[in-house]
């Protein structure tokens, strides 16, 4: 079991930046893949970016490719997700989300935090 905490959300113009971070506690962080998901109001759950175990490999959703960067750090159990460039489009509430399967689908991911609000004004 792991436990997962999101942090960093906000109220940002368009073109600012914000840092996410996810806090893991329980079983080490470097047992799970990690990802990021957001849901904005109305929509469904959409794929932001994820991070296998061991960090070297990411992928992101062609929406933020280029914007956004994922990674972890196993020795302190967080995981962030830097994001540049915020659009409004960007407005969502955003999940941190583990499991041991790498996956871009959210019905993979088993443990999920309970989200940050990120809000970009144009």
């Known amino acids: 079991q792991v436990q997962l905490v999101e942090s960093g959300g906000g109220l940002v113009q368009a073109g600012d930046s914000l840092r996410l971070s996810c806090a893991a506690s329980?079983?080490?962080?470097?047992?799970?893949?990690m990802g990021w998901f957001r849901q904005a109001p109305g929509k469904e759950r959409e794929f932001v970016a994820a991070?296998?175990?061991?960090?070297?490999?990411?992928y992101y959703a062609d929406s933020v490719k280029g914007r956004f960067t994922i990674s972890r750090d196993n020795t302190k159990n967080t995981v962030s997700l830097q994001m540049n460039s915020l659009k409004p489009e960007d407005t969502a509430v955003y999940f941190c989300?583990?499991?041991?399967?790498?996956?871009?689908?959210?019905?993979?991911?088993?443990?999920w935090g309970q989200g940050t609000q990120v809000t970009v004004s144009s």
């Open positions: 329980g079983r080490t962080s470097s047992s799970y893949a």
């Open positions: 991070i296998e175990r061991s960090g070297s490999y990411s």
């Open positions: 989300a583990a499991d041991p399967v790498n996956s871009v689908y959210y019905t993979t991911y088993n443990y």
